[in-house]
């Protein structure tokens, strides 16, 4: 769900790079992090990037060269972060890489430690509470009890400790959830199963207990993992889906299989499960042979990411409600100064001639009402009463794939009588209403440019 209440569908790419390059002194990035490289992931029409961390490298720990660790790491990320937001999209953070002790984590880890990952947990939930774009994944890809599907595998899990498969003392998923918690962060917080996140079977009864009820169930798959067909996804995802959000936050093939990869987008998007594909990057030599969706980074896609690219440019738009300037313009309407013989106010009613109302009338929107004072109606050329309103704060929701509406109607002073309400439309790329009620009426809203930015990313536009 967005601020709104709306619900959101994530459609992104993984962008690699952060979790390795300070780890081996090479960088924070691996590539461009500035706005043209943000656009370009926007322009495939994503909503989302998840930016795999390292925790060393944001702790300053174990000999990450302080130049591109500590604080160097984390303000980096921050800006990142900032401009994903700035650019209607949404931020997965994951911890990527972890590792005990003085260990660097330079590579995979079978669970997140727990001489390290709280206070990881802790420190990034503080610098992102309250900021409902970023989306907290507290572990890449569990692997516990040697990459078993057991009661034990589950129970590290959740509690962590000492644990079959894992050389340290592990942190569960409960203590992670609980360090972001104790920050005051109500960030959503997502997670994937065991078997390197491909396994939900047991996650609804093994989950954490979380105050502010937002976990969302975390998914991989690639053409190479254990669950690669349709039935597999019905009793592994969708059983857990029917009751628990789903986002599946790796999702790739190193074949250019178009049917298979098309066969699972298409499953997701008709559960309404969000996928972001790994990876977005461009060092691997083959685009058939790794899951390198692009060439360059102006978003030129590999032969596997055009795969991709076609099939997010075929989605619809769904529009989530958002807040806009709205200027009204009312005409022809009835004489307001009287009721008709029902008892209410008529909108769209010829004028009989008699004068525009003295009284105070509101216009209600929504759940806005605004008082409209006398003498803010005036007579045109062709006797018809019109009204023009200052720029009003309106919610338009959605009223199909390329439009989004509201209902208003006139109210008299008092509030005892009310007009027909009148529904207004407005199409994307178009900055005028039409009336698809009461025909004798024109009602139309003016929408600034903040509605043309909604059309790509209207989640961010709340």
Not at 135 to 159: G, H, K, M, Y
Not at 317 to 337: E, Q, S
Request: charged letters at 15%; a negative charge.
């Amino acid at each position: 769900m967005n601020a709104t209440g709306q619900p959101v569908v994530m459609h992104g790419v993984n962008r690699q790079g952060t979790e390795y390059m300070c780890a081996q002194g090479r960088g924070i990035f691996d590539g461009p992090s500035d706005q043209a490289s943000i656009d370009a992931i926007k322009s495939w029409r994503a909503n989302a990037v998840r930016v795999p961390l390292n925790e060393d490298c944001w702790l300053g720990i174990n000999g990450v060269p302080p130049e591109y660790g500590g604080a160097a790491y984390r303000q980096a990320i921050a800006d990142y972060v900032g401009l994903l937001k700035g650019s209607g999209l949404y931020g997965i953070l994951d911890l990527h890489w972890a590792a005990p002790g003085t260990t660097l984590a330079n590579g995979p880890q079978p669970m997140p430690d727990a001489d390290h990952s709280p206070a990881f947990w802790t420190d990034v939930a503080t610098t992102f509470k309250g900021n409902d774009a970023v989306i907290l994944e507290l572990f890449n890809e569990p692997v516990p009890d040697s990459n078993q599907d057991t009661d034990a595998a589950w129970t590290c899990w959740r509690d962590g400790g000492t644990c079959p498969g894992v050389p340290y003392e592990a942190a569960g998923m409960q203590s992670l959830v609980n360090a972001i918690r104790a920050t005051g962060a109500t960030n959503v917080v997502a997670f994937g199963g065991v078997q390197y996140g491909g396994t939900l079977s047991r996650w609804r009864q093994y989950r954490p207990t979380d105050p502010q009820n937002a976990l969302v169930a975390a998914w991989h798959t690639y053409n190479w993992t254990w669950c690669v067909s349709v039935s597999c996804y019905e009793s592994n995802v969708g059983t857990v889906a029917a009751d628990v959000p789903v986002i599946a936050t790796e999702i790739g093939t190193d074949q250019c299989d178009a049917a298979w990869l098309t066969t699972l987008m298409d499953w997701l998007d008709a559960r309404q499960i969000g996928y972001l594909a790994w990876a977005w990057q461009t060092f691997l030599a083959s685009e058939c042979s790794s899951v390198k969706l692009v060439l360059d980074y102006g978003g030129t896609p590999s032969q596997y990411g055009e795969i991709y690219r076609t099939h997010l440019a075929g989605l619809p738009r769904p529009f989530a409600a958002f807040t806009a300037d709205v200027k009204i313009t009312l005409g022809p309407l009835a004489n307001h100064d009287r009721l008709d013989a029902s008892g209410t106010f008529m909108l769209g009613a010829a004028n009989d001639g008699i004068a525009p109302p003295a009284e105070p009338m509101t216009l209600a929107i929504g759940d806005l009402v605004t008082k409209l004072p006398a003498g803010s109606f005036h007579v045109d050329e062709q006797g018809r009463f019109m009204y023009e309103s200052e720029r009003l704060a309106v919610v338009l929701t959605p009223a199909g794939p390329d439009t989004f509406a509201y209902t208003m109607k006139l109210r008299n002073a008092d509030l005892t009588a009310t007009s027909n309400p009148v529904r207004i439309t407005i199409a994307i790329g178009d900055d005028r209403g039409t009336t698809t009620a009461n025909a004798g009426a024109t009602a139309a809203g003016t929408v600034p440019a903040a509605a043309q930015r909604c059309r790509d990313t209207p989640a961010r536009c709340v």
